[in-house]
């Protein structure tokens, strides 16, 4: 079992950086993939981003790539998404997602999810 708390959310303006957190509990954390996506008003969730079990590999919506870098701390079961050159397209709730194995961009293959943090960027 994984529980997963993400923080960082809040209001930015556009261009602006933003970090987000997620907290996991669950000692077999590091043999979780892990990602995150997010959900506009009026959208589906889509995903963003996603890193592998030791964090050498990353993956990135088109959207996003450039932009976002999704890291990991095995050492603190945290994985982060700092997000840079902010957009209101980028307004979402943010979700924190977790994956025992390799990742995957199919939100329903995701196992565990967070509580989501708002993200709200102002033009």
């Known amino acids: 079992q994984v529980q997963l708390v993400e923080s960082g959310g809040g209001l930015v303006q556009a261009g602006g950086s933003l970090r987000l957190s997620c907290a996991a509990s669950?000692?077999?954390?590091?043999?979780?993939?892990m990602g995150w996506f997010r959900q506009a008003p009026g959208k589906e969730r889509e995903f963003v981003a996603a890193i592998n079990w030791s964090g050498i590999s990353t993956y990135y919506a088109d959207s996003v790539k450039g932009r976002f870098t999704i890291s990991r701390d095995n050492a603190k079961n945290t994985v982060y998404l700092r997000m840079g050159s902010l957009t209101p397209e980028d307004t979402a709730v943010y979700y924190c997602?977790?994956?025992?194995?390799?990742?995957?961009?199919?939100?329903?293959?995701?196992?565990?999810w967070g509580q989501g943090t708002q993200v709200t960027v102002s033009s």
């Open positions: 997602a977790a994956r025992y194995g390799g990742w995957t961009d199919v939100e329903r293959a995701w196992d565990y």
């Open positions: 669950g000692r077999t954390f590091s043999r979780h993939a």
